[in-house]
């Protein structure tokens, strides 16, 4: 291999974990915090109250997440744009599964950051909570809960993208694994985590705690 293919390949696998191991950790921490308005919404309100008083979480949260994700994010556009291909071993179809579910929670995620993590404004934990309960319940002129709508296509495709993107970085990492195997952990563990993001949506939206029960 020449020096510029083990460059790419570098670049490649840079570019492939810093996506799948944020998005991943940000995903398990995110969404059991945020599921925790099941239980009672005081519990909620209490955990961000104590995120709020330890700074020092943001500085973790912005090393570990939103740097290596910038980073991710950026260089994935860069290799659309240029129409490169990030790992030439992959199908044909699985790239485009990718890029396509890369920008959708590209844009889920911006829009759920800007809401909710860098507003500009300093929300304490019951107006936070207020205006989760508020934009998901909220519905359009002819009663459609189109935010919660979105935000459950949202949470569908991030899950998926991590899903997905951890299981051909595994794959690639460790070729001699059973990928049937992988596969079906990495989907059962995906499946779990949308299942509880989505029952929180539900529940901030129509006040249900077992979907529509």
Same mark, same amino acid.
């Given at each position: 291999?020449?020096a510029?293919?083990r460059?790419a &390949?570098l670049?490649?696998?840079v570019?492939?974990?810093?996506?799948?191991l944020?998005?991943t950790?940000?995903?398990v921490l995110?969404?059991?915090?945020?599921?925790?308005?099941?239980v009672?919404?005081?519990?909620?309100?209490?955990?961000?109250?104590? =995120?709020?008083?330890? %700074?020092?979480?943001?500085?973790?949260?912005?090393?570990?997440?939103?740097? %290596?994700?910038?980073?991710?994010?950026?260089y994935?556009?860069?290799?659309?744009?240029?129409?490169?291909?990030?790992?030439?071993n992959?199908p044909?179809?699985?790239?485009?599964?990718?890029?396509?579910?890369?920008?959708?929670?590209?844009?889920?995620?911006a829009?759920?950051?800007?809401?909710?993590?860098?507003t500009g404004?300093?929300?304490?934990?019951?107006?936070?909570?207020? =205006?989760?309960y508020?934009?998901?319940?909220?519905?359009?002129?002819?009663g459609?809960?189109?935010?919660?709508?979105?935000?459950?296509?949202g949470?569908?495709?991030?899950v998926?993208? &991590?899903?997905f993107?951890?299981?051909w970085?595994?794959?690639?990492?460790? %070729?001699?694994?059973? =990928?049937s195997?992988?596969a079906?952990?990495?989907?059962s563990?995906?499946a779990l985590?949308?299942?509880?993001? &989505?029952?929180?949506?539900v529940?901030?939206?129509?006040?249900?705690?077992?979907?529509?029960?």
């Amino acid at each position: 291999m020449s020096a510029q293919d083990r460059r790419a &390949a570098l670049l490649r696998n840079v570019h492939g974990w810093c996506g799948v191991l944020p998005l991943t950790l940000f995903l398990v921490l995110h969404v059991p915090f945020n599921a925790l308005v099941l239980v009672d919404s005081s519990w909620f309100i209490g955990a961000r109250t104590w =995120k709020a008083g330890a %700074p020092f979480l943001s500085l973790v949260e912005m090393v570990l997440v939103w740097l %290596p994700l910038a980073l991710h994010a950026g260089y994935g556009a860069w290799l659309t744009v240029s129409g490169s291909r990030p790992h030439p071993n992959r199908p044909n179809a699985a790239t485009l599964l990718t890029r396509l579910s890369g920008f959708g929670a590209l844009a889920f995620i911006a829009y759920h950051a800007l809401e909710f993590r860098f507003t500009g404004t300093e929300l304490d934990a019951t107006d936070t909570a207020q =205006k989760l309960y508020a934009e998901l319940s909220a519905t359009t002129a002819s009663g459609v809960p189109l935010t919660g709508a979105l935000y459950l296509l949202g949470l569908g495709i991030t899950v998926f993208h &991590a899903g997905f993107g951890t299981y051909w970085m595994y794959s690639a990492a460790r %070729p001699q694994a059973d =990928k049937s195997r992988v596969a079906r952990w990495i989907g059962s563990c995906g499946a779990l985590l949308f299942m509880v993001a &989505a029952q929180t949506v539900v529940y901030c939206a129509t006040g249900s705690r077992f979907f529509f029960w």
